[in-house]
C-alpha cells in the first residue's frame, strides 16, 4: 500500500491565485511529514516540515501546511502565487512504527498561469 | 562539506559497463539514502543505510545494483552490466535520523546516461 499519496501530477494555477496542493498519508500512528521543491534543474530542498506541536506549519516562500490526523492529511497551500513557484513538489513521511526510511509521494508538478 | 556532495555530476557510460556512483554525506549525519528520479516517475527509493548497514534495501531494482557504506559516512551506489533503463538522475540524501524529527538533505545528483 501506498504510505503517502499526492493527488493531481500536475496542477495549474493563475499568478495570484489560491495554491493547493493535497498529500494524504497511511498510518496507524502520526508520521513526520515534510514537503520538498524541486526547482527545474535544480536538487531538492525543504520547504517545511511536521513533526510534533503545532499542526499548522509555516515554511519558506510563504507555503504552510496543515497536519489534520483526522483526514490522514497534510496539504501545501500558498495564498497568492508567483510565477516564481512553478516548480515540482514532493510530500513526503518518515513511518515511526518502522524505521528511518523517508518515503516520498510521486510529485505534483506546479504550473503557473500568467 | 557543507552540503551532501555527489560525483560525478553527470556519467555517460555504453550499455553493458559498470558505474559506480559516490555519495559524501554531511559529517555526522547517520543515515543515507539513495532515491533515482526519471522523468515523469517521482522519487523512487533504493536503499537507506543507517550507520554502515543497510536496514531496507527493498527499492534495488535488481541484483546489478548494489551499495554499501564504510566507516558511517561514504557511500557507493554501484550498477553493473548497465542497460538503456538505468538512465536516470540518482540522488543521495542523509539526516540525523528520524529521532531527532529531522528532515533530509538532497545531493544535486548524479545523471546517469547510458547509452
Known amino acids: 500500500a501506498q504510505s503517502v499519496t499526492q493527488l493531481g501530477s500536475h496542477v495549474s494555477v493563475s499568478e495570484g491565485a489560491l495554491v493547493l496542493l493535497r498529500c494524504n498519508y497511511s498510518s496507524s500512528v502520526p508520521p513526520y511529514l515534510f514537503w520538498y521543491v524541486q526547482y527545474p534543474n535544480q536538487g531538492l530542498q525543504l520547504l517545511l516540515k511536521?513533526?510534533?506541536?503545532?499542526?499548522l506549519v509555516k515554511g519558506i516562500n510563504g507555503f504552510e501546511a496543515e497536519f489534520k490526523k483526522s483526514e490522514t492529511s497534510f496539504h501545501l497551500t500558498k495564498p497568492s502565487a508567483h510565477m516564481s513557484d512553478a516548480a515540482e513538489y514532493f510530500c513526503a513521511v518518515i513511518l515511526l512504527n518502522r524505521d528511518d526510511k523517508i518515503i516520498f509521494g510521486k510529485g505534483t508538478r506546479l504550473h503557473i498561469l500568467p | 562539506g557543507a552540503g551532501v556532495s555527489q560525483s560525478p555530476s553527470n556519467k555517460v557510460t555504453e550499455k553493458g559497463k559498470d558505474v559506480e556512483l559516490r555519495c559524501d554525506p554531511i559529517s555526522g549525519h547517520t543515515a543515507l539514502y539513495w532515491y533515482r528520479q526519471s522523468l515523469g516517475q517521482g522519487l523512487e527509493f533504493l536503499i537507506y543505510f543507517q550507520g554502515n548497514s543497510a536496514p531496507d534495501k527493498s527499492g534495488l531494482p535488481s541484483d546489478r545494483f548494489s551499495a554499501e557504506r564504510t566507516g558511517g559516512s561514504v557511500s557507493t551506489l554501484t550498477i553493473q552490466r548497465t542497460q538503456q533503463e538505468d538512465s536516470a538522475v540518482y540522488l543521495c540524501a542523509s539526516s540525523l535520523g528520524y529521532r531527532r524529527g529531522t528532515e533530509a538533505f538532497f545531493g544535486q545528483g548524479t545523471r546517469l546516461t547510458v547509452v
Open positions: 511536521y513533526t510534533t506541536g503545532a499542526t
